[in-house]
């Protein structure tokens, strides 16, 4: 137009009003919606994670109080599947040991027993001695071996009520 002059465009506020409002409106919708969008995945995400979280938590727990049959499952997450698989080598390791104790304590309970009896059966013959103060000792003898026969039953009862379900 040349030096001077001046172009005013003018739109009447009435007009430009209703188009503002709904400009606002739409970015009101796309904010909202990605707000809740991203609410929706990161809910959705945390329970991807924590429910596996809770299952191995729960499987330990299982574990501590003895159940070392139970399976211990992969989900898919490095992480927590690392932590699974070492959870589950030490429950197998946990189980051999069990299961070796308690072969042990068998074998050892059987040995003693053998032995006990040994002596009882010598004790009880000497039972049948003239001299009363051999018959004494004999049947002291006797007494302490049926004492200490009790408790290797005790014991052996006791490591199995304490044992774990395998």
């Given at each position: 137009l040349g030096q001077?002059?001046?172009?005013?465009?003018?739109?009447?506020?009435?007009?430009?009003?209703?188009?503002?409002?709904?400009?606002?409106a739409i970015l009101g919708l796309v904010i909202g919606g990605s707000v809740a969008g991203g609410a929706v995945v990161a809910l959705i995400t945390a329970r991807r994670l924590t429910e596996p979280l809770t299952q191995v938590a729960g499987r330990a727990a299982a574990m501590a109080r003895g159940d070392l049959r139970s399976a211990w499952p992969y989900y898919g997450i490095d992480e927590l599947d690392r932590v699974t698989a070492a959870l589950s080598e030490a429950n197998s390791?946990?189980?051999?040991?069990?299961?070796?104790?308690?072969?042990?304590?068998?074998n050892v309970s059987h040995q003693l027993r053998s032995r006990l009896t040994a002596i009882q059966l010598r004790l009880d013959e000497l039972t049948l001695h003239s001299d009363p103060e051999v018959v004494s000792e004999a049947q002291e003898g006797v007494a302490q071996v049926?004492?200490?026969?009790?408790?290797?039953?005790?014991?052996?009862?006791?490591?199995r009520a304490e044992g774990v379900t395998r």
């Open positions: 001077g002059y001046t172009l005013t465009l003018a739109v009447p506020r009435s007009e430009v009003r209703s188009t503002q409002l709904l400009a606002l390791e946990i189980a051999r040991r069990l299961e070796r104790e308690s072969q042990i304590i068998g049926e004492r200490l026969a009790a408790e290797l039953d005790e014991l052996v009862s006791a490591s």
